[in-house]
């Protein structure tokens, strides 16, 4: 029965189930379904594969297989007058699919949000978007709107529209969309799952801490866990150490940019290879066991006048400060340091943390040659939105399963934050042994923020947690491939285990590897 204060508009057409799949409703029956605080703005039938436009100018088109004929519903939760008569609300959009499976899923913001972006579910669910593998879907704005980019903030000023962001609206929207899913198809969906990276990967772990009943499966990637701590350590600290070793302009400032030549660079990458590619059992470009990774820069440091053969030693000594990870003057550690991985030389846009430019996400990096870590790290720290619980008896005792993931190559959030973070949970949560029956954590090699880097950056994350949740079978690996290493397969290991080669067989199939503990 749903809700008593539902007030469901007559007229729905509901057809009855057939199989595992439960027909559609009436799509344009739903605008006028009455839910307290909700205004539906808009529903469209949308046929099999149509065209789908860009979320916003400049963002990229949908590219992926052709999507299900499905209803989508826009909608605002809360819309109300703030900080200086400006206009906010909870957007939201929520596609549902003309064949369901009985699901739902919620997928994650990124940067700063304010944008409702297409529902379709694209993110780690393997070749097919969740929305194609027959999931309601539904995705928000978080409660305002980006003016200038995705790392627009200035929302902020506005309390609930912080709050909102920082922990309440996805909460909402799920509530909404479960009455609207349960409408639409006469029956509420069986298992909801969450699905996020990023800042999608923080509000996933917000969800596990301060919802803990309102998904049945939640997948964290690459969480902006700490944002004030990150952004201190890749905006203050690295660049201040790299700028305490680098080359003086006209004017005597420090070249950021230029701490290590491209000669440099390769240098340092060959050695690490070198020492760590074939922990694995194989040399292929692809450092599997990072946690076994002892890669000690000091041994390229110039003894004597610097040749093509090393790197000079206060460039070392830069680079090793700085991967290290910031430490106050009390030898506390602000925040983990960052793995050497095979990404940490690209250049682009967001260059690896080897291969800084001249700017970084908010602006150019400092000039500074020193660093007042013990003022900085007062401010860093903001409890709205940092994901720091770690009791989560409610979560795993209703069934709940939680997978976190993390690119060993992620210049923005080091996968170390998120690996402390994970073994943090044993403490509150009866051991280790205990916390692995309902969540695991996976490093992915080589990859970037979220994708990207000379890694296998494709995987089915979305299978993963099904599989734990609705037949209680937890994941032994998950295959991972992706462009950079065409013709490749791994399998990611759920930690403390790595994939190794088994010593025979071909090495570009996952089959030819085992998952081992690292050491």
């Given at each position: 029965?749903?809700?008593?204060?539902?007030?469901?508009?007559?007229?729905?057409?509901?057809?009855?189930?057939?199989?595992?799949?439960?027909?559609?409703?009436?799509?344009?029956?739903?605008?006028?379904?009455?839910?307290?605080?909700?205004?539906?703005?808009?529903?469209?039938?949308?046929?099999?594969?149509?065209?789908?436009p860009a979320a916003y100018p400049g963002a990229p088109a949908y590219a992926g297989p052709p999507l299900p004929a499905y209803c989508r519903v826009d909608?605002?939760?809360?819309?109300?007058?703030?900080?200086g008569g400006e206009e906010f609300g909870i957007g939201f959009a929520l596609a549902l699919p003309e064949l369901w499976n009985g699901d739902f899923m919620?997928?994650?913001?990124?940067?700063?949000?304010?944008?409702?972006?297409?529902?379709?579910?694209?993110?780690?669910?393997?070749?097919?978007?969740?929305?194609?593998?027959?999931?309601?879907?539904?995705?928000?704005?978080?409660?305002?709107?980006?003016?200038?980019?995705?790392?627009?903030?200035?929302?902020?000023?506005?309390?609930?529209?912080?709050?909102?962001?920082?922990?309440?609206?996805?909460?909402?929207?799920?509530?909404?969309?479960?009455?609207?899913?349960?409408?639409?198809?006469?029956?509420?969906?069986?298992?909801?799952?969450?699905?996020?990276?990023?800042?999608?990967?923080?509000?996933?772990?917000?969800?596990?801490?301060?919802?803990?009943?309102?998904?049945?499966?939640?997948?964290?990637?690459?969480?902006?866990?700490?944002?004030?701590?990150?952004?201190?350590?890749?905006?203050?600290?690295?660049?201040?150490?790299?700028?305490?070793?680098?080359?003086?302009?006209?004017?005597?400032?420090?070249?950021?940019?230029?701490?290590?030549?491209?000669?440099?660079?390769?240098?340092?990458?060959?050695?690490?290879?070198?020492?760590?590619?074939?922990?694995?059992?194989?040399?292929?470009?692809?450092?599997?066991?990072?946690?076994?990774?002892?890669?000690?820069?000091?041994?390229?440091?110039?003894?004597?006048?610097?040749?093509?053969?090393?790197?000079?030693?206060?460039?070392?000594?830069?680079?090793?400060?700085?991967?290290?990870?910031?430490?106050?003057?009390?030898?506390?550690?602000?925040?983990?340091?960052?793995?050497?991985?095979?990404?940490?030389?690209?250049?682009?846009?967001?260059?690896?943390?080897?291969?800084?430019?001249?700017?970084?996400?908010?602006?150019?990096?400092?000039?500074?040659?020193?660093?007042?870590?013990?003022?900085?790290?007062?401010?860093?720290?903001?409890?709205?939105?940092?994901?720091?619980?770690?009791?989560?008896?409610?979560?795993?005792?209703?069934?709940?399963?939680?997978?976190?993931?993390?690119?060993?190559?992620?210049?923005?959030?080091?996968?170390?934050?998120?690996?402390?973070?994970?073994?943090?949970?044993?403490?509150?949560?009866?051991?280790?042994?205990?916390?692995?029956?309902?969540?695991?954590?996976?490093?992915?090699?080589?990859?970037?923020?979220?994708?990207?880097?000379?890694?296998?950056?494709?995987?089915?994350?979305?299978?993963?947690?099904?599989?734990?949740?609705?037949?209680?079978?937890?994941?032994?690996?998950?295959?991972?491939?992706?462009?950079?290493?065409?013709?490749?397969?791994?399998?990611?290991?759920?930690?403390?285990?790595?994939?190794?080669?088994k010593g025979s067989g071909d090495p570009q199939d996952a089959g030819n590897f085992a998952c081992v503990d690292s050491k």
């Amino acid at each position: 029965m749903l809700p008593k204060h539902l007030a469901i508009l007559l007229g729905l057409s509901l057809t009855a189930s057939f199989g595992c799949a439960q027909a559609a409703g009436n799509c344009d029956a739903l605008t006028g379904l009455k839910l307290a605080g909700v205004e539906i703005t808009k529903t469209t039938a949308v046929p099999a594969g149509s065209t789908i436009p860009a979320a916003y100018p400049g963002a990229p088109a949908y590219a992926g297989p052709p999507l299900p004929a499905y209803c989508r519903v826009d909608g605002v939760i809360n819309r109300r007058k703030g900080v200086g008569g400006e206009e906010f609300g909870i957007g939201f959009a929520l596609a549902l699919p003309e064949l369901w499976n009985g699901d739902f899923m919620m997928q994650g913001g990124g940067g700063g949000n304010g944008v409702v972006a297409p529902p379709f579910g694209m993110s780690y669910s393997g070749d097919k978007p969740a929305l194609a593998r027959g999931f309601a879907v539904a995705s928000t704005d978080t409660g305002h709107k980006a003016k200038t980019g995705p790392f627009d903030f200035s929302f902020m000023r506005d309390q609930l529209a912080y709050l909102d962001f920082a922990y309440q609206a996805n909460a909402e929207v799920a509530g909404v969309a479960k009455q609207i899913v349960a409408a639409y198809y006469r029956k509420p969906a069986s298992y909801s799952y969450f699905v996020g990276c990023s800042t999608g990967g923080r509000e996933g772990m917000i969800l596990s801490q301060r919802f803990p009943t309102v998904f049945n499966g939640i997948v964290s990637g690459d969480p902006a866990m700490r944002t004030g701590f990150s952004n201190l350590a890749i905006a203050q600290w690295i660049p201040v150490a790299y700028n305490q070793a680098a080359p003086r302009d006209a004017e005597g400032k420090p070249e950021t940019d230029k701490l290590i030549t491209d000669k440099g660079r390769k240098l340092f990458m060959a050695a690490l290879l070198k020492q760590c590619d074939a922990i694995d059992g194989i040399a292929d470009g692809m450092i599997s066991d990072p946690l076994d990774c002892h890669f000690d820069p000091a041994v390229l440091a110039c003894k004597g006048a610097p040749d093509d053969s090393c790197i000079p030693a206060a460039t070392v000594a830069a680079i090793k400060k700085a991967f290290a990870g910031p430490v106050d003057s009390r030898g506390y550690q602000v925040y983990p340091g960052f793995l050497y991985d095979t990404g940490i030389a690209e250049k682009g846009p967001v260059p690896g943390l080897l291969a800084l430019g001249t700017r970084g996400i908010f602006g150019p990096y400092t000039k500074a040659m020193t660093i007042d870590l013990d003022k900085l790290e007062e401010k860093a720290s903001d409890p709205l939105v940092e994901p720091a619980a770690t009791m989560l008896s409610t979560f795993s005792g209703e069934g709940g399963k939680l997978i976190f993931f993390h690119g060993d190559s992620d210049p923005w959030f080091s996968p170390l934050d998120t690996l402390d973070y994970y073994k943090s949970l044993a403490a509150a949560n009866g051991g280790a042994d205990k916390v692995a029956e309902w969540s695991q954590m996976y490093l992915v090699p080589g990859m970037r923020h979220c994708g990207g880097g000379p890694a296998l950056d494709q995987f089915d994350m979305v299978s993963a947690i099904v599989n734990w949740v609705e037949k209680g079978t937890a994941p032994e690996d998950v295959i991972a491939t992706g462009r950079a290493f065409p013709g490749r397969s791994r399998p990611l290991c759920p930690y403390p285990k790595h994939a190794q080669y088994k010593g025979s067989g071909d090495p570009q199939d996952a089959g030819n590897f085992a998952c081992v503990d690292s050491k």
